[in-house]
């Protein structure tokens, strides 16, 4: 099916919302450096074989290794800091779908803090689903150099 065809029959029937990305990485190279994305992703290998790197929070080491070959599919939740290399011998084709965590996506916790100070609120008003949302996506931030550090590198 054509990708239009997937993110729509994926995020009208589930209510998610997100976006699709490819990437083309050469035999034997790093497509992007270590990173940690702001929502969830599923991995669908299209092509090739690319091996997945999952680094430890708290040591930046290689906790696990994962190879992908065409067809397989894998799940990076977010804040989880990864990177992958295509294996020698072939180009590797990977559909990364980004998965929004709604109603806590970004935009919706900031469309929550402005409600709260138009009312004249403070954001201690915010319910704990959100506050501890925003919580956890600092801490995972924090733990590798910061968001501006790892967010679209």
Not at 80 to 107: K, T
Request: hydrophobic share 40%; with cysteine; net charge negative.
């Amino acid at each position: 099916p054509c990708l239009r065809d997937m993110q729509h029959g994926l995020f009208c029937r589930t209510g998610l919302s997100g976006g699709l990305n490819g990437y083309l990485t050469p035999p034997g190279e790093i497509g992007k450096p270590p990173h940690i994305d702001d929502h969830d992703v599923l991995v669908v290998q299209q092509a090739g074989e690319k091996v997945w790197l999952l680094l430890d929070t708290a040591t930046k080491e290689t906790a696990a290794e994962v190879l992908l070959r065409q067809g397989d599919v894998l799940s990076l939740p977010q804040g989880l800091p990864h990177h992958a290399r295509a294996a020698p011998g072939a180009p590797s084709m990977h559909i990364a779908v980004g998965l929004h965590r709604d109603p806590l996506s970004a935009a919706s916790v900031l469309a929550a803090l402005l409600t709260v100070r138009a009312l004249g609120g403070t954001p201690g008003a915010l319910s704990t689903a959100v506050v501890e949302e925003m919580d956890s996506r600092a801490g995972a931030f924090a733990a590798f150099g910061g968001r501006g550090l790892w967010l679209n590198q």
